[in-house]
């Protein structure tokens, strides 16, 4: 087994990467099968991790692209970042690549190099230029092989266009999108994903759950037990620092299988200091992550996060999060009087319910809350 080290602020080489060895079977078969695929989890999942895994190993007769929408702004820029992603690829088709160039300034040798729009098509539309760049890569496509378009925070960029431009050009683009993936005959298949719910992105943009609704649910969450646990050894390899019995198990059990979750305890324990790790020594790990607030401001978003979607149900929200939180289960009707609100909650993962009785998704994160909050 090899040694890997803790990286949880940074990106994960797709080399180092653990497990969703089911997750991309899946993909791999819808793809395939004709589906297009929505991959929505909160943040410090994996989901971009598993993204650059599958865009390095997409599987035979499958050709993978991501492009990554955060920091999107415009319908313009939402535009130049798609040219900015596919030109550089090297599996893109060269009549492809001639399209382009007629279309946008680019240089292909640099990655992630600046794009501009050509004055000859300055005049079209942010959507049209989407659908003719799209268009040129569908239309040279070899025809044993199929294009992913693995689209990361897309959410985040509609909300941000909709806020800074207007919720119609958001929406005209979210419509563009849903257009693009209805077309038959098309060589390409999407990978739509991000940490921000599409429920509340459709508010924003003014627009009906027709626009996402050809999209097939890819669930990823937490690693399965044997994935965190392989990560869990690896990591404690990489420290060099031997599990004591039982340590493992429970580095799983306090983290969920999360594992940004997985990697910041382990950090925290090559910091703590040397021989052997106990299962005492992993329950210390996770309340001084917590305690640490520089340490833990990645998962702030638990707070954070519920202000810009929730408005002004924000402190509704808050209550039954804190509710749920301190009672370990709690029925569904003691929130009859925020039916929609706890629909959201549950929607963005915090929340389950189950046979109408509401709990956390995710201890840890539960764990995190309160200790956030003061409760």
Excluded at 109 to 129: D, E, H, Q, Y
Excluded at 257 to 279: E, K, N, Y
């Amino acid at each position: 087994m090899d040694p890997l080290l803790p990286q949880p602020g940074s990106s994960i080489d797709p080399r180092h990467a653990v497990g969703r060895r089911a997750t991309t079977e899946r993909a791999r078969r819808d793809l395939r099968a004709q589906n297009n695929l929505a991959l929505t989890d909160p943040r410090r999942m994996g989901k971009t991790v598993w993204i650059d895994m599958f865009c390095a190993d997409p599987g035979e007769g499958l050709t993978a692209i991501k492009i990554d929408y955060e920091g999107v702004e415009t319908s313009q820029s939402f535009v130049l970042r798609t040219v900015q992603a596919l030109a550089p690829h090297q599996g893109l088709p060269r009549k492809t690549l001639e399209k382009l160039r007629g279309m946008f300034e680019l240089d292909v040798t640099v990655a992630a190099g600046p794009v501009t729009i050509k004055a000859g098509v300055a005049s079209r539309s942010p959507t049209t230029l989407l659908e003719e760049t799209f268009a040129s890569v569908n239309e040279h496509v070899p025809p044993d092989v199929l294009v992913v378009i693995a689209m990361d925070e897309v959410p985040m960029a509609l909300a941000n266009i909709a806020a800074g431009e207007s919720p119609t050009a958001a929406g005209t683009i979210l419509q563009t999108m849903r257009e693009l993936r209805r077309r038959q005959g098309s060589k390409l298949r999407w990978i739509v994903s991000g940490s921000v719910g599409f429920h509340h992105i459709l508010r924003k943009c003014d627009a009906t759950e027709g626009a996402i609704n050809d999209l097939v649910n890819l669930p990823l969450g937490p690693l399965p037990t044997p994935e965190a646990t392989e990560l869990a050894e690896r990591l404690l390899l990489g420290i060099e620092r031997a599990p004591q019995p039982g340590t493992i198990a429970a580095l799983v059990a306090e983290t969920d299988g999360i594992p940004f979750l997985i990697h910041a305890l382990a950090h925290g324990l090559a910091d703590a200091g040397s021989g052997p790790v106990s299962r005492d020594d992993v329950v210390r790990a996770f309340e001084n992550y917590v305690e640490a607030r520089d340490e833990s401001r990645a998962v702030t978003h638990l707070l954070t996060r519920l202000d810009p979607l929730y408005g002004d149900t924000t402190p509704t929200a808050e209550d039954i999060l804190d509710a749920v939180a301190l009672g370990g289960e709690v029925e569904s009707s003691a929130f009859a009087y925020a039916r929609p609100v706890l629909l959201n909650l549950i929607d963005d993962h915090y929340l389950v319910e189950r046979g109408r009785r509401l709990s956390w998704r995710y201890d840890a994160l539960r764990r995190i809350w309160v200790h956030r909050r003061g409760l």
